[in-house]
C-alpha cells in the first residue's frame, strides 16, 4: 500500500481543478495527521475538494485501481470505505489504498491502550515539523535545479535562505537516545514487536527496523556539510553559485556543531545534577538553573576577611563558582559551603606579597571582587604556580564560554534541566531502596549514603588527576589505627 497526506481546498474551482496538479499542491494547505473518516466524508459530501498526496509509489497491475508516484495528488471522491477511497488522478480515477497517514504515527495514535501522548513525544519528537521542512527545502531545490544544464544549477542559495530552519533538527536529535531508549523498553515485549513489524508491512516499507527509520534524520543533518563539502572542492571558483556553495557549507558547519554541543550539553547536565545530589547539604538553587558545563575543578585555599583560611575543593562551572568542604572521616564525600556568580565577578592576578590587609604574605594568589562595585569578596591561593596559571585560563575560558552560548543561541530548556535534576534524585532514591530502605527517602538521609556506597560522581571534563585526587585520595598508613582514633576523638568531641 502506499502512504499519503490528506489536503483540504474549498477555494479550488472546476476550472483549476482541470489545471496541473502541481499547481494544487502550491495553494492547498496540509492537515494535521489524524483526521477522523466522517469529518472527512463531511468535507467532500459538502463540495469541499478534497487531494491526497502519496508519500510512497503505489505500483499496480489492476485496472481498477490507481497507479501514482510519490508527491503525485490525487483528488478525493469517495472515502466511504475505510481501507480503499475512489479518486482521480492526473488521467483517471479509480480505487487506491486510504493509508493516508505518516509512518508509524497513525497507527500508534490509534492505540491509546498501548502509547501514551508522553511516549508518542519521546518516540518522534518533532519529526512531523521535520518533514513539513524538508518538504519545502525539496520544493526550493528542485527550484533553483537545472535539468537541461545541470553543472549550471545555483542550489547554494537555498541552503542560506533556510538556515535558520535547520535548526529544527535540534530538539530531535538532542531526543533521539530517549526514544531508542524507550523504543528499547517497548521492544522487551512482544505485543510491542510485532506491532511495529505490522506497520511496516502494512505500508510496505523497506526491511528497516523503526529504530533505523528513526535514526536517518539525524543522519541527513551531519550529512550536509559533507556534501557541500564535496560540491564545492568540484565548483570552479570562477563559478556563479561558488560563493553560495561556500556560505552554505559554512552555515551548514555551524548547524551541526551547534546540534552536537548542545547534545553534548544534554549529556553534560545530567551529570552534574547527579554530582549535585551527591554533595552534602546543598543550598540554594539547582546548579543547573543557571549553568550547563563544568569548566575546571581544583583544590584552592580560601582567605575570606580578617585572614581565615579555609581548604576548599572548587568547582567551576559556567555563570557559577561552587566551593565544597571535605568531610572529616571520608575525603570522598563533599559539604556544599557556598558559590560565586561568575557574571558579577572579576577575577584579578595577584602578585606573591606580603598583604597588610590580611596579614598574611600571599604566594600564587588570585583576588575576586565584585564587578560593579569592586568590592573585595575573597582571595585564593593555589599550590603551585602552574595551579595558579591553569585557573587563570579557567576563568577566562568559562567567560568565553557564556559568550559563544549567546552568539550561537545555546540554549537548555527548563523542562530538560528540572528533568535531569528530577532523574537524579530518583537514581539516588533507587539506590537507598535497593539496599533495604522502603517508600521515600527519609529528609535527613537525602544526602548520607551507607560508607561503601559514598563516592563523589566528578564530570567527565574534569582532568584525571584532579579527578583522582578528588575522589581516591590516597590512604596513610596505618589506616586503621588512625581512622579508629580519629573517629573516636570525633565523637568524644
Known amino acids: 500500500m502506499s502512504q499519503c497526506s490528506v489536503t483540504l481546498d474549498d477555494s479550488v474551482s472546476e476550472e483549476e481543478e482541470e489545471g496541473s496538479f502541481d499547481e494544487l499542491t502550491d495553494v492547498t494547505p496540509y492537515l494535521q495527521p489524524g483526521v477522523e473518516l466522517s469529518v472527512l466524508n463531511e468535507w467532500i459530501n459538502s463540495g469541499h475538494a478534497v487531494y491526497a498526496e502519496a508519500l510512497w509509489d503505489h505500483v499496480t497491475m489492476e485496472e481498477q485501481e490507481l497507479a501514482f508516484k510519490a508527491g503525485d495528488v490525487v483528488r478525493v471522491l469517495d472515502a466511504s470505505h475505510s481501507e480503499w477511497w475512489w479518486g482521480r488522478g492526473p488521467d483517471r480515477e479509480a480505487w487506491f489504498p486510504s493509508c493516508f497517514v505518516r509512518g508509524y504515527i497513525r497507527q500508534c495514535r490509534k492505540h491509546p491502550d498501548m502509547f501514551t501522548e508522553s511516549q508518542l513525544k519521546t518516540i518522534f519528537s518533532n519529526i512531523e515539523d521535520i518533514y513539513k521542512f524538508q518538504r519545502q527545502f525539496l520544493k526550493d531545490l528542485e527550484k533553483q535545479y537545472n535539468k537541461d544544464q545541470p553543472h549550471l544549477s545555483e542550489i547554494g542559495s537555498c541552503f542560506l535562505l533556510q538556515g535558520e530552519g535547520f535548526s529544527i533538527y535540534s530538539e530531535y536529535c538532542n531526543t533521539h537516545p530517549a526514544a531508542c531508549a524507550e ?26 527496523s523503526i529504530a533505523g527509520f528513526l535514526l536517518t534524520p539525524v543522519q541527513k543533518i551531519c550529512k550536509y556539510p559533507l556534501q557541500l563539502g564535496e560540491l564545492l572542492k568540484y565548483t570552479p571558483k570562477n563559478h556563479s553559485d561558488y560563493s553560495g556553495v561556500s556560505q552554505a557549507y559554512e552555515a551548514m558547519k555551524n548547524v551541526a556543531s551547534l546540534i552536537n554541543e548542545r547534545k553534548r550539553r544534554l549529556e553534560s547536565i545530567d551529570t552534574i545534577a547527579h554530582w549535585q545530589v551527591s554533595i552534602l547539604h546543598w543550598e540554594g538553587p539547582d546548579i543547573l538553573e543557571l549553568s550547563s558545563d563544568l569548566i575546571h575543578s581544583g583544590e584552592m585555599t580560601l582567605i575570606i576577611r580578617y585572614g581565615k583560611m579555609q581548604q576548599r575543593s572548587f568547582f567551576l562551572f559556567d555563570h557559577q563558582l561552587v566551593f565544597c568542604k571535605k568531610d572529616i572521616l571520608r575525603r570522598d564525600l563533599l559539604h556544599y559551603r557556598g558559590r560565586l556568580n561568575m557574571d558579577q565577578t572579576e577575577v584579578l592576578d595577584v602578585p606573591d606579597r606580603r598583604d597588610s590587609d590580611l596579614g598574611l604574605t600571599l604566594k600564587n594568589a588570585l583576588r575576586l571582587r565584585n564587578a560593579s562595585t569592586l568590592e573585595f569578596m575573597c582571595m585564593v591561593c593555589c599550590k603551585k604556580a602552574q595551579d595558579k596559571q591553569r585557573w587563570l585560563e579557567a576563568f577566562a575560558k568559562e567567560r568565553l564560554r557564556v559568550k559563544e552560548d549567546q552568539e550561537m543561541g545555546m540554549e537548555i530548556s527548563e523542562e530538560q534541566r528540572k528533568r535531569a535534576i528530577v532523574n537524579a534524585r ?68
Open 183 to 208: 523504543l528499547q523498553r517497548l521492544m522487551k515485549s512482544g505485543r510491542y514487536k510485532h506491532f511495529f513489524e505490522a506497520c511496516r508491512l502494512l505500508q510496505q516499507m523497506i526491511d528497516i
Open 426 to 493: 530518583r537514581a539516588k532514591q533507587g539506590k537507598f531502596k535497593s539496599l533495604g530502605y522502603s517508600g521515600s527517602v527519609p529528609p535527613h538521609h537525602h544526602n548520607i549514603l551507607p560508607l561503601h556506597q559514598r563516592h563523589i560522581s566528578i564530570p567527565p571534563s574534569v582532568p584525571q588527576q584532579q579527578v583522582f585526587s578528588l575522589a581516591e585520595p590516597p590512604r596513610r598508613k596505618p589506616y586503621h589505627l588512625l581512622y579508629s582514633i580519629t573517629r573516636n576523638a570525633f565523637f568524644r568531641k
